[in-house]
């Protein structure tokens, strides 16, 4: 049994950060029906996300949206918007990452559902909150990135350098599902409904806690080093180096024992733990051109039975071809209503044991429309 | 207010960074986590610094992740501790531990054994790398796991070799998914009255991280990801005009949106690129079309034209401009916690609100041991 059996989770979100969070919570057990706009559907079908179409539609949306039922609807149009409301009646869970207002002129807003549904948990995801200056641009991931100081911790010291994955996004779905939950958890003790907001401005600054923490304390921007950074607040040899064949990562060590290790003469002056941050320039230039002179695995054959914390650096090619990632079985086969079949990964958590899999694939826009009509119609949904 | 998770019991045997963030979650909605933790040095996180900063006897990273927590010391292998440890988990709702496989065997605090003490307990686990595997022995630290998941090979410019993204994102995703896992477990165990094992890795979390892009390489005939020749490129597998830029006086970041709007607005010719595929293709060459001309007008003047025509555009803040701005102020993100001696550290709030409430807690880490005894008192530990 899945925790999240015989939920019913009402999904008007789109893009990456909303959706995201229904991928959890549908792959948790849920039903997650996605409510689309007749036509076009959400917006991540067609626009921007990849130049890769799978069946159609973009992979990103195949990769987000699997497990999920769509029903489609004109949220102006009266008819429709009835069938709605008779959906989110049903719901446990309600959600959307619509910017403020716009629920509300719509009339889906939690109050609204809250009159009819009183132990509704309802969600809604926004780029920087209800408040403020910022309340109204637009809520997108490079953006939140360069407007929170993020794009000055990776890669080395120079311009702005953006993480290359859309991670605010995801990791406010991903604090949307926690507050869900929780609220899931206290509602199956006290029957209580609740609103939970996140926003992709307070994920940006969570996700930077320690650093924002350490600047609070010492009013230091981040330094990243001149070569081979990997995190700006960390002394060498943290970092990924050049070999003879290829890269690899080095992460805690002292310089003392690394120079045996290595046999690298240039390293034995830096004895003290504080020359590791302080001139961590200068190890770090001495260790990448060492490096270089034998290949990862000699290294890592010297490294590795010494306890010292290294490791090879893989693209997904090597990854997925070595026996460490297929012990895991991470990659899942899924399937459209339609017969056509992809692959993808699955949902990261373990519950008792069992992976969490589904064969569900995503949803042609509006296929479930009509059962879930039928459904209301009998009074069933 | 009443939080969500009031009146939840959560040991917390775990160390470091990925479980003790999803105790600090479950902490700020409001449970009541204890640390348990070895007595005088406490867990071994408390000595893990950036910039060798310490605060109140242990490292300021410790505090960060540890506030609104409390301690209680016990040595494990002392069978009068332990005997203590397993009267308290016998009371607890959830009990978290990243030790390597083998380790709670050992000291008799498997979840075979816990389940015979607490037969409702929600018992959390936390590998590097999952229990099974040829890597499962390895140490689970986050530079390693980034370095082999593949996550390396999307960030920065594709001259720029394997770069990591510069926090420790497998044990913060890592973390996140504990907390999920640990309350869909809950709500499990409330309908089923028993006892839940829940179980992530660093790996399958920065695996997850990936989700999107790695479904693209699994269904494009596994092709690797290309990041752009360019400077400031802002992710592999998105098209131009996305990245940073350079401008007269700073940087410009230009998110995806229409091309042919953009160029009008940045009065740039990109009439040749009249496909959407075309966007994607000759990515590279569109962006230093765009940068030329972006590098004639200030950050701002260049966010006076954009901005009005909603073009997805920002300038980029570092924190000492970031955490000063009226916009951060007004979501009210930091907060202070006391120490022990009435000093205040400021930090970060949890960035999840509840029924229009912003969750604060003035409560700082713990050391070692501070509430063994009024937790021995509350939960009748050390009676017949």
């Known amino acids: 049994m899945k925790p999240l059996e015989d939920y019913l989770v009402v999904d008007f979100s789109q893009f990456l950060s909303g959706p995201s969070a229904g991928l959890r919570l549908a792959d948790l057990g849920a039903r997650v029906v996605k409510i689309e706009r007749p036509e076009t559907g959400d917006i991540c079908r067609h626009l921007y996300t990849s130049n890769v179409i799978m069946n159609g539609e973009s992979s990103v949306f195949h990769a987000i949206n699997r497990n999920k039922e769509s029903f489609t609807a004109d949220l102006k149009n009266e008819t429709d ?16 990452n619509y910017r403020p207002g716009v629920m509300e002129r719509l009339g889906f807003d939690y109050e609204s559902i809250k009159a009819v549904n009183p132990d509704v948990i309802y969600g809604e995801i926004s780029g920087y909150g209800d408040t403020g200056p910022w309340k109204d641009k637009p809520g997108q991931d490079l953006l939140l990135q360069s407007l929170t100081g993020l794009t000055w911790l990776s890669g080395n010291n120079g311009g702005p350098v953006p993480m290359g994955l859309s991670i605010i996004d995801m990791l406010a779905g991903t604090h949307l599902a926690q507050g869900l939950l929780a609220c899931l958890v206290r509602r199956s003790i006290k029957g209580e409904g609740a609103l939970v907001q996140v926003s992709m401005l307070e994920s940006a600054y969570d996700l930077q806690f320690e650093a924002v923490t350490t600047y609070y304390y010492d009013g230091l921007l981040p330094q990243r080093t001149e ?28 310089i003392p024992q690394l120079a045996q290790l290595l046999k690298c003469d240039a ?97 042609a826009l509006g296929q479930d429309t009509g059962n879930i009509l039928q459904e209301i119609r009998s009074g069933v949904a | 207010m009443v939080k969500p998770l009031d009146g939840l019991v ?25 640390k348990i933790e070895r007595p005088v040095k406490g867990e071994a996180g408390r000595q893990i610094t950036i910039r060798n ?52 065997e050992k000291i008799g605090l498997d979840y075979q054994t816990v389940q015979t003490i607490n037969p409702r307990i929600i018992y959390g686990v936390v590998t590097g790398y999952g229990s099974e595997g040829p890597w499962a022995a390895r140490p689970g630290q986050d530079l390693l796991i ?12 594709h001259d720029a070799g394997p770069v990591p993204f510069g926090l420790a994102v497998a044990d913060i995703m890592c973390g996140a998914h504990f907390v999920q896992g640990i309350l869909a477990a809950l709500i499990k165990r409330n309908k089923t009255q028993k006892s839940v094992l829940v179980e992530v890795s660093l790996l399958e979390s920065v695996l997850d991280l990936q989700f999107e892009v790695i479904t693209t390489h699994l269904n494009d005939g596994r092709k690797l990801p290309q990041r752009s020749k360019n400077k400031g490129a802002g992710h592999a597998y998105l098209s131009a005009p996305y990245g940073i830029y350079r401008t007269a006086d700073a940087y410009l970041a230009l998110a995806m949106g229409n091309l042919h709007k953009i160029g ?121």
């Open chain 1, 81 to 96: 918007k009835q069938h709605v409301w008779e959906l989110v009646k049903k719901a446990d869970v309600v959600m959307h």
């Open chain 2, 264 to 384: 009008e607005a940045l009065d740039v010719d990109l009439s040749d690129y009249g496909s959407r595929e075309s966007w994607f293709e000759q990515r590279d060459e569109i962006i230093d079309k765009l940068a030329l001309r972006l590098e004639t007008k200030t950050t701002a003047e260049w966010l006076a034209i954009l901005e009005p025509l909603d073009i997805w555009c920002s300038e980029i803040l570092t924190y000492a401009q970031s955490l000063h701005h009226e916009a951060f102020a007004a979501m009210g993100v930091k907060q202070n916690v006391v120490l022990s001696d009435n000093q205040e550290l400021s930090t970060t709030r949890c960035p999840i609100r509840i029924d229009h409430n912003r969750l604060y807690s003035p409560v700082a880490a713990p050391w070692p041991g501070q509430q063994t005894e009024i937790i021995n008192q509350q939960f009748n530990l050390t009676g017949a």
């Open chain 1, 227 to 254: 070569k081979n950074n990997a995190h700006a607040y960390l002394g060498a040899p943290y970092g990924i180096y050049k070999t003879a064949n290829g890269y690899m990562a080095l992460a805690m060590g002292s």
């Open chain 2, 53 to 104: 900063i310490f605060v109140d006897g242990s490292s300021l990273v410790f505090h960060t992740i540890n506030r609104n927590k409390e301690s209680y010391a016990a040595d494990l292998k002392d069978p009068e501790d332990l005997e203590r440890v397993k009267k308290l988990i016998a009371q607890a709702d959830v009990m978290t531990h990243n030790f390597r496989p083998g380790v709670m």
């Open chain 2, 146 to 157: 980034q370095s082999l998941s593949g996550l390396t090979y999307l960030t920065d410019t």
């Open chain 1, 267 to 363: 390293l034995l002056p830096y004895t003290e733990v504080a020359q590791a941050f302080h001139q961590r320039d200068e190890i770090k230039a001495i260790l990448a051109d060492h490096l270089q002179s034998d290949t990862t695995e000699s290294w890592l054959s010297i490294l590795q039975p010494a306890d010292i914390w290294c490791a090879e650096v893989m693209n997904w090619e090597t990854l997925m071809q070595h026996e460490g990632f297929k012990a895991l079985n991470m990659i899942q086969q899924v399937q459209m209503q339609d017969g056509y079949q992809y692959q993808t990964t699955r949902c990261p958590i373990r519950i008792d044991g069992e992976l969490l899999t589904s064969s569900k694939g995503s949803p």
């Open chain 2, 10 to 34: 959560v040991l917390e045997f775990s160390q470091f960074m990925a479980g003790p963030t999803a105790g600090l979650r479950l902490a700020d909605l409001g449970a009541r986590v204890i």
